[in-house]
């Protein structure tokens, strides 16, 4: 899912110096909300060490308690398995709206320099906030990508794209030129397709799911963000 996010792109600073070169990560959710599967992605990321931050986009808070039900405190948080629901979502809220919120939810981390990671509309999110950030360490896209500004440019930033194959929402003419853009900008790009897998293949509890595609996704990921850390060393 690629919204017309709009924000500025600015080129990357060198990398900050931090006391530990564990990369922290960002993970924004889909316009489904944050459902119980991006908190079971957060726990495997921290498991394997990383400081993982799920900011609910659709809660007042920018970002809920470490581990904790998005939104923090006793409240819901608002989730759907409908799309039809999920477009209505995003729509009440306002895609410049949900882009603010991502940028505020990022802002107090991302001085140590951040990886972003988001699924579905959370990858479009997370794409247009790392092109933003000269700090940023990494890019980790699942079921999305986002449109790229011409004058985009993110010299040597790695980046992931776990996409099905085919995916509805992402056709094969759409992924060539925004991999293609991605190259002009500067970012190492890596892009794994999975054959026969549903949109949001990762989340166990949609239709969608694809538990081979999503095993494989994980470890992938892992060994992604284990690169990350070791080029900070």
């Given at each position: 899912m690629r919204p017309p996010v709009p924000g500025p792109v600015h080129a990357r600073s060198s990398r900050p110096e931090s006391d530990s070169d564990?990369?922290?990560?960002?993970?924004?959710?889909?316009?489904?909300?944050?459902?119980?599967?991006?908190?079971?992605?957060?726990?495997?990321?921290?498991?394997?060490?990383?400081?993982?931050?799920?900011p609910d986009l659709y809660a007042a808070s920018?970002?809920?308690?470490?581990?904790?039900?998005?939104?923090?405190?006793?409240?819901?948080?608002?989730v759907t398995d409908d799309p039809g629901k999920a477009a209505e979502l995003v729509?009440?809220?306002?895609?410049?709206?949900?882009?603010?919120?991502?940028?505020?939810?990022?802002?107090?981390?991302?001085?140590?320099?951040?990886?972003?990671?988001?699924?579905?509309?959370?990858?479009?999110?997370?794409?247009?906030?790392?092109?933003?950030?000269?700090?940023?360490?990494?890019l980790l896209l699942l079921h999305g990508t986002a449109d790229l500004s011409p004058d985009a440019s993110a010299p040597d930033?790695?980046?992931?794209?776990?996409?099905a194959d085919p995916d509805p929402f992402e056709p094969h003419d759409w992924q060539t030129a925004w991999y293609l853009g991605m190259r002009r900008a500067g970012?190492?790009?890596?892009?794994?397709?999975?054959?026969?897998?549903?949109?949001?293949?990762?989340?166990?509890?949609?239709?969608?799911?694809?538990?081979?595609?999503?095993e494989r996704t994980v470890a992938i990921a892992l060994d992604f963000l284990a690169d990350v850390d070791a080029a900070g060393e």
């Open positions: 564990v990369a922290d990560v960002i993970l924004f959710h889909s316009a489904m909300g944050p459902r119980p599967a991006v908190f079971a992605l957060a726990d495997r990321l921290r498991a394997a060490g990383h400081t993982v931050h799920v920018d970002e809920p308690g470490e581990g904790a039900p998005a939104g923090g405190g006793t409240a819901d948080p608002v729509e009440s809220v306002g895609r410049e709206e949900l882009l603010r919120r991502a940028i505020a939810a990022a802002a107090p981390h991302s001085d140590r320099g951040l990886v972003y990671a988001g699924l579905s509309l959370g990858a479009s999110l997370a794409q247009t906030v790392a092109l933003g950030d000269g700090r940023a360490r990494g930033l790695p980046a992931q794209l776990h996409i970012v190492d790009i890596e892009v794994f397709r999975y054959p026969g897998a549903g949109h949001l293949y990762t989340d166990p509890d949609l239709p969608d799911h694809d538990a081979e595609a999503a």
